[in-house]
């Protein structure tokens, strides 16, 4: 792929619900390697946006082109898009039945057809990267809610994602917990991997964000660079937000 082509375009994207439109005229590009943070109050459409991403939702408007392929054409499976791109919720939903290892090793094994032996080598190299490496036979239940993230974060990686979507990962967690899970965010930004983030953690996006956007009532308000955003060269409305949460 060509540097210069963003891994994500989204061209004047239109959501609606009903009467409501929650998505308006919304463009964002996001570059290889790039980690894009998107903040805004509750309601704003947040996680709308990244649902249309991984086509969870259909939009009614615009274009979303992933790698270079306009993603919302009817051609496209979900099912094959979701393999290249990992999501991770605020509930991060493990299968409560299979072990730390297991669980990521479920979709290599399944949708991949990878070896028992090859998808546990991975599993065990995953649960060293996100920094439990102890924790391969524990259950979700004898985890705590940060290592269950990271679980669910490995379980994602263990797919080779070429993108990845954080919804809130750490707004179910006690506050001895996000640390962790943001450290292990912010390494995954480092190596490159290219994500967009929704969170609230300002710490977070000042160490890993190369693009800060702001929603706010369906419309991307700004969208600027970390340096910029927090050199205090920003909107009104994206002011008083972050004025509300900080
Ligand atoms: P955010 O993640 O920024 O809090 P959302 O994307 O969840 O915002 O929601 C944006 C708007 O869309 C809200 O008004 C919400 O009530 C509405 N909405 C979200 N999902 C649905 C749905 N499945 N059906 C109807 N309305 C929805
Ligand atoms: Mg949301």
């Not at 082109?65 to 099912?79: C, L, Q």
């Not at 072990?99 to 990878?114: D, F, H, K, W, Y």
């Not at 070429?162 to 962790?180: G, V, Y």
């Not at 991307?220 to 927090?230: L, R, Y």
Request: hydrophobic letters at 45%; proline letters at 4%.
């Amino acid at each position: 792929m060509s540097k210069s082509k963003p891994v994500l375009e989204i061209i004047g994207v239109d959501k609606h619900f009903g009467p409501q439109h929650v998505l308006k005229n919304c463009s964002l590009n996001v570059a290889q390697g790039e980690t894009v943070v998107l903040i805004g109050p509750s309601g704003s459409g947040k996680s709308t946006l990244l649902r249309c991403i991984n086509l969870l939702e259909p939009v009614q408007g615009g274009s979303i082109f992933f790698r270079n392929k306009d993603i919302t054409h009817a051609s496209v499976e979900p099912h094959k898009l979701r393999q290249d791109i990992g999501m991770v919720f605020q509930n991060y939903e493990l299968f409560s039945h299979l072990t730390a290892a297991e669980n990521i090793m479920l979709a290599p094994m399944t949708v991949l057809g990878v070896s028992r032996s090859e998808a546990e080598a991975q599993a065990l190299e995953l649960l060293g990267k996100v920094r439990i490496p102890d924790k391969a036979d524990s259950f979700p239940d004898e985890l705590s809610g940060g290592q269950q993230q990271r679980v669910a974060i490995a379980r994602a990686l263990a797919m080779k994602p070429k993108l990845m979507l954080f919804d809130e990962p750490t707004s179910a967690l006690d506050p001895e917990m996000i640390r962790e899970v943001l450290d292990v965010m912010a390494d995954l930004s480092a190596e490159g991997m290219t994500s967009i983030v929704v969170t609230h953690e300002m710490g977070f996006a000042k160490r890993a964000a190369n693009q800060i956007v702001f929603m706010e009532n369906g419309e991307i308000i700004e969208n600027a660079t970390g340096e910029k955003f927090f050199g205090g060269d920003v909107s009104l409305r994206a002011q008083r937000f972050l004025d509300q949460i900080l």
